[in-house]
């Protein structure tokens, strides 16, 4: 190995005392392979276990806790007793060359696809309206009730208990991306007037509730992280100050990780008393060391790892890169970063190892990344 990439493979002890053997996390990546059910299907198994094989934390993509809150076709589901023996296999594989297995778990909220909900409803804090994943016409979310606020907490909390009997050694509980949680944070998504309207409950009441399963039913050493969105590009939306705010909150409760949900790692803060600051620079100020943070976006080869890394990230994941390419930890340990493949290429014969539905995605250029053809990319 180069010995600057050394850093990289340095063990990192968690909050809750579990060592992490490198500073690799496999992102959790929406792969639309799942079976209609949301059971774990056969092409998941070799896809991600060749994925979490030589990184030290594996992150499974986002599973629904309840199926009010599905929202991508082909989704995994963490939200009933069927779930369970796929799920084992999953962990099983995730996490049998050394690298700790952490399942996602998720509520689309809005994001939900009307055609994937039971009755094809979809709800979210407060009434509005939105594009879900791979939809060309919006649809209309309905406000939640009280009741189902309380029931979505209490299914994270199911999702957690199903997590822990599948053997997975943690979960990351989905505080980004405009879904659920991150949607009760936010003053665009959220404009109720009773208790919910404050956007710190609900992230912290689901923390509660997967921190009291956690006690209640696994041991000291699984882990607990919590993914956020940085900024918003609605108005009035969650702005760097409101982060400040969720990020000090979250420093100080029990979990283990925070993970920040970029594009670019390197990016800056679009506007507010922040404006030009670099995001990931703020974000460890604001935790002070409490916990370790995950940073991503746009790492495609060994350098942009190591200028990840040399952010202050003491936690770097990989997503879209070991999508192109599940060798790309193994390369750089071997010294062999010069043959890691950075680029989509539609003429791979063996297309860069994913399953079927997620080639195709790839192929139709659903996901911003370089590709050897001019074909254009768009993100939904």
């Given at each position: ?8 493979f340095?063990?990192?002890?968690l ?12 992102a ?7 079976n ?11 896809y ?8 030290g934390?594996?992150i ?12 991508f ?9 069927e ?6 296999k999953?962990?099983?594989?995730m ?7 952490l399942i996602?778990?998720?509520?689309g ?6 055609g994937?909900?039971?009755t ?5 804090p ?5 594009r ?6 919006p ?18 909390a ?13 979960v990351e509980i989905?505080?980004a991306?405009?879904?659920?949680i991150?949607?009760f944070?936010?003053?665009y998504?959220n404009r109720?007037?009773d208790a919910?309207?404050d ?8 923390i ?8 209640e ?5 699984f ?19 409101l ?19 970029l ?13 030009g600051?670099?995001r990931?620079k ?11 943070l995950?940073?991503i ?13 040399e952010t202050?990230?003491?936690?770097i ?20 970063e010069?043959?890691i ?8 014969t ?31």
């Amino acid at each position: 190995m180069n010995e600057k990439y050394e850093p990289l493979f340095k063990s990192l002890k968690l909050p809750n005392g579990v060592e992490v053997r490198n500073r690799f996390v496999l992102a959790p990546l929406t792969h639309v392979s799942s079976n209609e059910d949301g059971t774990i299907s056969d092409i998941e198994i070799p896809y991600i276990e060749k994925r979490s094989k030589d990184v030290g934390i594996s992150i499974s993509a986002a599973s629904y806790v309840e199926p009010l809150g599905q929202a991508f076709p082909g989704q995994p589901s963490v939200s009933k007793e069927e779930d369970l023996p796929g799920l084992t296999k999953q962990a099983e594989v995730m996490k049998k060359n050394g690298a700790k297995a952490l399942i996602q778990i998720h509520h689309g909220g809005a994001m939900s696809l009307p055609g994937l909900t039971p009755t094809g409803e979809v709800a979210a804090p407060s009434e509005v309206e939105v594009r879900g994943f791979g939809q060309k016409e919006p649809h209309v979310a309905r406000a939640l009730t009280v009741e189902e606020i309380e029931h979505s907490i209490e299914s994270f909390a199911n999702a957690t208990k199903i997590a822990i009997e599948a053997g997975f050694d943690g979960v990351e509980i989905h505080g980004a991306n405009h879904y659920l949680i991150h949607q009760f944070f936010s003053p665009y998504y959220n404009r109720r007037e009773d208790a919910w309207g404050d956007h710190l409950k609900y992230p912290l009441a689901v923390i509660d509730a997967v921190t009291k399963v956690v006690r209640e039913h696994a041991s000291p050493d699984f882990i607990v992280g919590y993914r956020f969105s940085p900024e918003e590009v609605e108005s009035p939306g969650i702005s760097m100050e409101l982060t400040e705010k969720l990020v000090k909150t979250l420093s100080e409760q029990p979990i283990d990780y925070l993970h920040v949900s970029l594009m670019d790692i390197h990016s800056t803060t679009r506007e507010g008393q922040y404006k030009g600051e670099q995001r990931v620079k703020l974000l460890l100020d604001w935790i002070n060391g409490r916990v370790p943070l995950i940073g991503i976006g746009s790492i495609f080869t060994a350098d942009d790892a190591l200028a990840a890394y040399e952010t202050g990230s003491p936690l770097i994941a990989l997503g879209r890169e070991l999508l192109l390419d599940h060798q790309f930890v193994s390369k750089i340990e071997q010294g062999k970063e010069d043959e890691i493949i950075s680029v989509f290429d539609p003429e791979r014969t063996d297309k860069h190892d994913l399953p079927e539905p997620l080639w195709k995605q790839f192929n139709a250029g659903f996901y911003p990344l370089p590709r050897t053809d001019e074909k254009a990319s768009n993100t939904k």
